[in-house]
C-alpha cells in the first residue's frame, strides 16, 4: 500500500541512475509495480532500493518475478496509470 510517499517518482529516479528502462504504476489495490529492463546488476541494486523506498515509506515486500520483454518500455523509464 502506498499513499504520499512518492513511492512512483523515488522508483523513477532510482531507475534513471541505474540505467533501467521500463515503468513504475500503482495498482487499484495500492500495490505497486514495477517493470524494469536492465542487467541483472541493475536489477539487484533496484530490488535493494525499492525495499527501502523513499524517505517516509514503510516497504512490507518486494516480490521479484520474471517477465517477457516488452519492448515497448525498452527505451525510457516512466510512470503509467493501470490499465493504459
Do not use: K
Not at 541494486?45 to 518475478?65: C, F, H, K, N
Request: proline share 2%; hydrophobic share 40%; aromatic share 8%.
Amino acid at each position: 500500500m502506498v499513499q504520499g510517499v512518492g513511492y512512483r517518482f523515488f522508483a523513477t529516479r532510482l531507475a534513471h541512475r541505474l540505467g533501467l528502462t521500463g515503468y513504475v504504476q500503482n495498482l487499484r489495490d495500492g500495490r505497486v509495480e514495477v517493470y524494469a529492463i536492465g542487467p541483472a546488476s541493475a536489477h539487484a541494486s533496484l530490488r535493494r532500493e525499492l525495499g527501502r523506498g523513499p524517505s517516509g515509506a514503510v516497504v512490507d515486500d518486494v516480490i521479484q518475478e520474471e517477465a517477457s520483454l516488452d519492448q515497448q518500455f525498452a527505451n525510457d523509464f516512466s510512470i503509467e496509470h493501470e490499465g493504459g
